[in-house]
């Protein structure tokens, strides 16, 4: 198989994660591919028309995206432990939380490319706000259920680690901990699983 993906994506990083626990990382080969909306990629263009990654290429050739189905198709190979909870509230639960973790990671992405991308001259700060007051909002729901989550890897938490190492990797000027001890004292031996230190992002 082979995954489009880059060092600095979240998302990405969250396949690349759930790879290393479903032990299948030795199946893939990474290709990595530097991209933005404004500088698509053409291999990823290819196999993905909305031009972004992760882009798995499956065995037979098949393009999946986005990294929902792609985790969902790596789980569907491993005989072992699933990251997706069967049924019941459990399910919900990791699903929802799967959902605030790609919300947090879409609104700081949207705003990095807003911030760093757009010439400055077009820059609009009052929608840069609105963008980070989801990962503000975010935030404050993952300090409230810090209690509930897994130390073991399921498919919610792999996705909050990955939002909180992307807010650690581009966003360390404002310091997520603060304000949030009990998600900082969940995340410290999560970032710690080899999956994590395999996937530290850089640019
Ligand atoms: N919902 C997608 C989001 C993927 C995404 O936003 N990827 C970014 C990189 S982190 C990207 O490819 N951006 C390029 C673009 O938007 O054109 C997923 O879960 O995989």
């Not at 760093?116 to 009052?126: A, I, K």
Request: charged content about 20%.
């Amino acid at each position: 198989m082979q995954l489009f993906s880059s060092p600095a994506s979240p998302f990405g990083r969250k396949v690349k994660v759930a790879a290393h626990e479903l032990d299948l990382l030795g199946r893939i080969e990474i290709n990595n591919a530097s991209l933005s909306p404004i500088a698509p990629h053409e291999g990823v263009s290819a196999a993905n028309p909305l031009g972004k990654i992760p882009c798995l290429i499956t065995d037979e050739g098949e393009p999946l995206f986005d990294s929902r189905v792609i985790i969902e198709y790596l789980d569907s190979l491993h005989g072992g432990t699933s990251l997706f909870p069967a049924h019941g509230p459990a399910r919900w639960r990791a699903l929802t939380q799967q959902a605030l973790g790609d919300g947090i990671m879409d609104a700081a992405v949207a705003n990095r490319y807003e911030t760093v991308l757009r010439p400055e001259d077009l820059r609009w700060p009052e929608w840069s706000q609105g963008l980070m007051l989801k990962v503000t909002r975010g935030l404050a729901r993952l300090e409230e259920m810090a209690d509930s989550l897994s130390s073991t890897p399921d498919i919610g938490v792999l996705t909050i680690a990955c939002a909180l190492g992307y807010l650690d990797f581009r966003y360390a000027d404002r310091s997520w901990r603060s304000g949030h001890p009990k998600l900082a004292a969940w995340f410290e031996p999560f970032s710690q699983r080899p999956s994590m230190q395999a996937t530290v992002p850089h640019a």
